[in-house]
């Protein structure tokens, strides 16, 4: 698919009907879209804000799912609630655990399709990783969700399900009655920088970090979300209007020609469009400032040249520079730039004025590092797939 067909139609997103006996997950829904469905099962206009309050309070704040340990409501009105709702998040299918301490989990969704969650500790915080979609539409070069195809768009419950997920698997809600935890959380930071082009998600994207950031639940500060995009240009105004979080950008070149190559949506908007675009986020978000993600390939993008430019181009943006050492994978295009020529680009970035760490591969044993998701687990279902071809099981 080239960047410049339409992306967006082809994608569809499943209602937030469960089949299974018909009930509503109430996970995903907005504040005033519990109100609605509330009301639209029998409770009343007048009680409908104060019931959607506890029932959001006892599902965000606490992480109850079963209805009838939501004690200050009526027994009547948890049997009616039993009766149409549930309050489901991705199950987990497996968890891997790096020597680092970096948590894989591998979570399926409705339909039976799979995504990836990546937890990192760090000494000051811990970083869920979140996926927002089922593969990707985008074809960059570098990464390997870019070889799936997209499946399908994650719902909003999915996405903040995979930080409900994380925080059952973390033990990490306070008791019901307490209020929230402090700053010294375990899931402290959330990056949208999973599976999936989060801008091509936007609705589901922006009512999840919504409830992630709503202060009577999750209560992330929009300070701790990150959302990274590969440069969809007409969404990123609405970023900063409708989420405010921060932004990251996957820029990783500074000629049209060579990103018109690693990230082919590009063609599309190129450096200069994105490059406005971005010039007016920090304002509108009230942000401090813009990350730009910078992968780092052997040859390609990595030149000294490239780092003046790099300077050049983001001249009065408030700006970091995350470098990006490429993680390989089989049958990758590209290789890691050598140690001395990140360092060297990343010392001309710094003499500039801006900071410019070098992001630490974390969970590269369970291929949990940025642009592996899933091919660990795409791997072994190939090959589990060539068995049977091969025995002439599995039909
Ligand atoms: N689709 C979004 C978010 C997911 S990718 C985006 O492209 O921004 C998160 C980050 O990992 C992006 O900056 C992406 O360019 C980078 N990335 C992808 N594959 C990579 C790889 N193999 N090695 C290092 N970084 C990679
Ligand atoms: Fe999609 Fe981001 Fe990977 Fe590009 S880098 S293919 S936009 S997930």
């Not at 301490?101 to 990192?120: D, F, Q």
């Not at 995009?229 to 921060?246: D, F, N, Q, Y």
């Not at 060579?258 to 406005?276: G, H, M, T, Y």
């Not at 369970?366 to 899933?374: H, M, P, S, V």
């Amino acid at each position: 698919m080239t960047a410049s067909a339409p992306i967006t139609q082809d994608v569809h997103t499943i209602p937030r009907k469960l089949p299974e006996g018909g009930k509503i997950n109430l996970v995903g829904l907005t504040r005033d879209a519990l109100r609605s469905v509330l009301i639209e099962h029998g409770t009343k206009e007048k009680q409908a804000k104060m019931r959607a309050g506890q029932i959001w309070q006892w599902i965000y704040q606490w992480g109850v799912r079963d209805f009838n340990e939501m004690t200050n409501l009526s027994k009547a009105f948890r049997a009616e609630l039993d009766e149409k709702f549930v309050v489901e998040i991705p199950e987990v299918v497996s968890k891997q655990v790096s020597v680092d301490g970096t948590r894989k989990y591998l979570v399926r969704i409705a339909g039976g399709h799979e995504v990836e969650v990546v937890y990192i500790p760090e000494e000051d915080r811990g970083t869920l990783c979140v996926s927002s979609q089922v593969g990707c539409t985008l074809t960059c070069s570098f990464c390997h969700t870019g070889t799936q195809k997209l499946v399908r768009n994650l719902t909003a419950g999915e996405i903040v399900g995979q930080i409900m997920m994380a925080r059952d698997d973390l033990d990490e809600w306070p008791t019901p009655g307490e209020r929230n935890l402090g700053e010294a959380r375990l899931l402290s930071n959330i990056v949208l920088m999973g599976m999936g082009e989060p801008l091509y998600n936007f609705e589901n994207v922006r009512d999840a970090m919504n409830i992630a950031m709503d202060p009577e639940g999750i209560s992330l500060s929009r300070r701790r979300i990150t959302l990274s995009t590969s440069g969809v240009v007409p969404e990123i105004a609405r970023t900063a209007e409708e989420i405010g979080c921060l932004l990251a950008v996957s820029f990783h070149a500074t000629t049209d020609e060579v990103r018109d190559q690693l990230v082919p949506i590009n063609k599309r908007w190129n450096i200069e469009a994105l490059l406005e675009a971005l010039r007016a986020y920090p304002r509108v978000s009230n942000s401090e400032r813009i990350t730009f993600e910078y992968v780092m390939l052997n040859g390609v993008n990595d030149s000294k040249e490239d780092a003046h430019r790099l300077v050049e181009l983001i001249k009065g943006i408030p700006a970091k520079v995350n470098l990006i050492p490429f993680n390989e994978w089989p049958g990758a295009p590209y290789t890691r730039s050598s140690n001395n020529r990140i360092h060297a680009f990343a010392d001309i970035i710094h003499a500039a004025g801006y900071s410019s760490p070098i992001r630490r591969p974390r969970g590269e044993d369970i291929f949990a590092a940025c642009g592996q998701l899933k091919s660990a687990t795409e791997r072994q279902r190939k090959s589990k797939k060539q068995i049977e071809a091969e025995t002439g099981l599995g039909n």
